[in-house]
Nanobody, 123 residues
Framework: VQLQASGGGLVQAGGSLRPSCAAS????????MGWFRQAPGKEREFVSV????????YYEDSVKGRFTISRDNAENTVYLHMNSLKPEDTAVYYC?????????????????WGQGTQVTVSS
């Protein structure tokens, strides 16, 4: 599976962005899909994950109520709807695919990774 993240950008605090992750090479319907982020000088951290069927989602505490993950298996694409953005959300955002059952919140639980898209939130 090849993953291509896009849709990042520069936005003011309080604004919104919707990065997307397009998959190719194989259908993602069998995979849980996750988003991670890495801020400058920090380790990559988990943001959100969505089950293969889209019926279940899980979020890191700091983004709950502001971010929503969704997927369109027909389009082989996953989205991260980011609202009420804060400067501390500034990071490179990565999408990833996991075949593990249950919630995959650790990097090692993911089998495929995209290249990342930059999100910058100005104050």
């Amino acid at each position: 599976v090849q993953l291509q993240a896009s849709g990042g950008g520069l936005v003011q605090a309080g604004g919104s962005l919707r990065p997307s992750c397009a998959a190719s090479g194989r259908a993602i319907v069998s995979y849980a899909m996750g988003w991670f982020r890495q801020a400058p000088g920090k380790e990559r951290e988990f943001v959100s994950v969505i089950s293969w069927h889209g019926g279940s989602t899980y979020y890191e505490d700091s983004v709950k109520g502001r971010f929503t993950i969704s997927r369109d298996n027909a389009e082989n694409t996953v989205y991260l709807h980011m609202n009420s953005l804060k400067p501390e959300d500034t990071a490179v955002y990565y999408c990833a695919a996991s075949m593990r059952p249950g919630w995959a919140t650790r990097e090692y639980e993911y089998d495929y990774w995209g290249q990342g898209t930059q999100v910058t939130v100005s104050s």
